[in-house]
């Protein structure tokens, strides 16, 4: 037998013509002279090419003829593209659909692509942005809607009714997270924390309820904000200007009262007046002990929630009103106690109850009061536009509504 041919039931392929079989079989090719390699999956639908070499030999060659290379034709799938473009690499997809090239109008196609790129990025960020999803879902729907129009494509319209429904559910949780009085409720109001966050919140502030070392409103303060700092690793960065903004003139003694009861650790050779020196650009790392990843973890969200919870209660802390008021520190954590502690619409209630109001006793411990005390600085917070006028301490329990200026700050109870 000679190589390259085989007892097949009589026929093979080895380039020759002797009376075997004179057409080549799928999936073999030759193995001399002039005969075409045929594939089953060729482009073209299986379109013989020719051998380039045995073409321009011509008919130099004994029994080679000469064959013209094939031309396969552009056969186009349904969606309109043809498969030269796509091995070209020149299709766009959206929603896994493929946008022909030659789609009428142009600005209709140039939608669909842009839109495919849109949602590719979306996929790429860091972060989900509920109200951006949304946008993509009505552009989604609204482009699909035309392009069964132009079409009459009727799954085109079936998508584009599933984009406006998940454009709709999108929009709904968004306004849940973010606390916003949607369907003619109100007026839509840009929250700084979710529903979520606000949870968080109000954790934060249980645990420097029932752990902080020392029992004064300062200690308290500087307590709650370091916490928020150092809540993910145990360390967090600390400026004299941020330890002014908080405490003023007692802020060096509350640092080193922190640091004697043990509760903080500053870095070797550092000092609480060193400290107060810092700089924004240059901040001093502190430390938490009992926050550090080691030890039992009291907080468990991401760095992106820290910082979310850090600025909000440095919001409400720094308040251009409560500062103009020169509002202390009990005053300043009743109003951080009082904005978690709030509805969507702003009426002050428990965590976990139906009725209206705060629990006094709970709202004396977290600032460092006496219960009998807490009327006074709601009053004062009353004189800052931080709460409305109808604040009542009666049965125990602090009643009263979040300012409307002051809404974006509620806990979202």
């Keep these: 037998m000679n190589a390259g041919t085989g007892d097949r039931g009589g026929e093979c392929v080895d380039g020759t013509d002797r009376g075997r079989t004179d057409r080549p079989k799928a999936g073999r090719g030759p193995v001399a002279g002039g005969g075409a390699v045929l594939f089953s999956d060729a482009p073209g639908g299986g379109v013989p090419s020719a051998d380039p070499a045995s073409t321009r030999r011509g008919a130099t060659g004994a029994g080679a003829a000469s064959v013209p290379a094939a031309r396969p034709a552009s056969s186009v799938r349904p969606g309109g593209v043809p498969a030269r473009a796509r091995r070209a690499g020149r299709w766009a997809k959206v929603a896994q659909r493929i946008v022909p090239d030659d789609l009428q109008p142009e600005a209709l196609r140039v939608e669909l692509t842009d839109l495919g790129d849109a949602f590719r990025a979306y996929q790429r960020r860091p972060e989900p942005d509920l109200a951006v999803l949304a946008d993509l879902h009505d552009r989604k729907a609204r482009a699909f809607a035309r392009w069964a129009d132009v079409t009459g494509d009727a799954s085109l319209r079936e998508e584009a009714d599933r984009a406006a429904a998940a454009a709709r559910t999108t ?229 009263g509504r979040l300012a409307e200026r002051v809404l974006p700050l509620s806990g979202l109870l």
Aim: glycine share 10%; charged share 25%; net charge neutral.
């Design 171 to 399: 929009r709904e949780m968004d306004a849940n997270r973010r606390g916003l009085l949607v369907d003619g409720e109100g007026p839509a109001i840009e929250r700084l924390l979710t529903r979520g966050q606000g949870v968080h919140a109000r954790n934060v502030l249980e645990h420097v309820r029932a752990r902080s070392p020392l029992p004064g409103a300062d200690a308290r303060l500087a307590v709650l904000m370091l916490t928020l700092r150092a809540a993910r690793a145990g360390t967090g960065n600390v400026t004299g200007q941020d330890l002014g903004g908080w405490l003023a003139s007692d802020a060096e003694q509350v640092l080193q009262e922190l640091v004697d009861a043990g509760w903080l650790v500053l870095p070797e050779e550092v000092t609480a007046e060193n400290v107060l020196l810092s700089r924004p650009e240059e901040p001093t790392r502190v430390t938490v002990p009992t926050l550090i990843p080691t030890q039992p973890r009291p907080f468990f969200f991401g760095k992106v929630t820290r910082a979310r919870l850090s600025g909000w209660a440095q919001k409400v802390v720094g308040d251009r009103k409560l500062r103009k008021k020169k509002a202390g520190p009990a005053t300043r954590l009743l109003a951080v106690y009082t904005a978690a502690h709030s509805r969507p619409d702003g009426r002050l209630a428990g965590a976990g109850e139906d009725g209206d109001g705060i629990a006094l006793d709970s709202a004396a411990s977290f600032c460092g009061l006496r219960p009998e005390d807490v009327a006074e600085h709601a009053g004062l917070l009353v004189a800052a536009d931080w709460l409305v006028e109808d604040v009542d301490t009666a049965g125990e329990r602090l009643r």
